[in-house]
């Protein structure tokens, strides 16, 4: 676990602008060619995965793997290389489980099937990039909504904000947080993988 | 801790860095400290400040505030001008074309980081970026501006009969109808059309030929030639970002990105260093926001932020 600490360290506390650049050159990779996998992966778990409340941690452990390998070598193409690390993250939990998910098991075949879907054109998102973000920030509760909108559209400050809906800052603070949460979960994942079953 | 928790403290994180205005080394400190924990931390922040940058576009839903004053300005000059554009229009277009400026023209000028929209009495609407200064010709129905200096963005309402025409530079763009952007640096001068069609010619060289241009295409006039180019869509939305009050940089150097801040931006950038000034960054940035776009630098390079009088050096 130490060396794993250090070696953090080198990416995230550079001395040089070489290791700098491959930090940010990894960051940039894991945000443009990582998380728009995040629906699908998301669709992907919850097929081979019985137990629906385990699926947000297998995404991140899914991302933290991925991390772990990309710091090392960066795979050729990212999709191919995020399902492979589902699927091999899949069996891992099995095993360790030592319950046999029958399921889980068979149902592993639909790995080529989930990984040759075609990407989304890049195009497009950009193009409905606005729209989305309006029909999530639409989504969100009531409440958060509105001091997202104060904050992120009217530009208001925090102290501002309180005051106007009568709540403490660490409250405005607290719907802030959650709605960046919530517009994550809608724009990259699970939200967007159940919207696009039903 | 679980998922969920994990992504309390990283949005925590995120927004405290990116949005609370109070962002202390101990704060980064803390930060650096988390991330190294776990690649569970690391990927939570990086996905949650990616999604805190996508939603940087919500600024983009605020609606624009047209210039009010504008209204009441036109009805004026529509009273006291109605003599003067009986003989504007009998002595017909030349007459304003080869004049480089009507000295009766109204002036708009906006701030350094300020911006403006004229509305036209036709429908036409002219935005002004920062530092920008346009002469618009008198008339209740005026169809010729000049860009003295600056950036504008000009929606023309199309008439056939009577082509919007801007001049900047001894150059002359002609609508035919249009959606297009001009700006105007010292010696340069870019004509990016958007929708519709234009030409932009030399009146005062008739041995350059005139350019034709549409939609993606990017012309740029120097002393003694115009050169066109093409862009996609997306970079020429890009482009134009500014209307809604945004900077995008596409793998721009540092250096770049730093005199399109300093454009908007009285309090200065200096990157003195040529290893700084041509890291690339990837990113959308409110043009008024200096200071995200130096976080991000300190964050992303390690680089060292110097707060001086009246400006802001990045060193390493």
Known sequence: MTDKVDSNRDNFQPHSASVAVTGSALRDWFVREVLPLEAALTQFLRHNWRNKSDIPDLVQEVYARVYDAARKEMPETARAFVFATAHNLLIDRVRREKIVQFEAVSELDTLAIAADEPTPDRSAIARDELRR??????????????????????????????????????????????????????????AAALRNKS | MSAAEIQSRAADFVNQRRDSGQWSPDDQSALDAWLSESPEHVVAYWRLDAAWERTQRLAALRPSKPDRTGGAIWRNVLRFSAAALVIAAGTGAAFYFTRPSAPEARQFATEVGARKTIKLPDGSEIELNTNTVLRIAPGPNPRMAWLEKGEAYFRIQHDSAHPFVVMAQGRRVVDLGTEFLMRAEPKRLEVALVAGRAQLDSPNDPTQEPAVLTPGDVAIATANAINVTSKSAKALSDEISWRQGLLVFKYTTLEDAASEFNRYNRKKIIITDPNVASLTIVGTFPSNDVTAFTDAAQAIFGLKIENRHGEIAIKR
């Not at chain 1, 639409?138 to 509105?146: K, M, S, V």
């Not at chain 1, 559209?153 to 800052?169: C, F, K, V, Y």
């Open chain 1, 133 to 190: 973000l309006q029909i999530a920030l639409d989504r969100l509760p009531p409440r958060t909504r509105e001091v997202v909108t104060m904050r992120r559209i009217d530009g208001l400050s925090r102290a501002e904000i309180a005051q106007r809906l009568g709540i403490t800052e660490v409250t405005v603070k607290w719907h802030l947080n959650e709605g960046l949460r919530a517009l994550a979960d809608d724009l990259y994942g699970e």
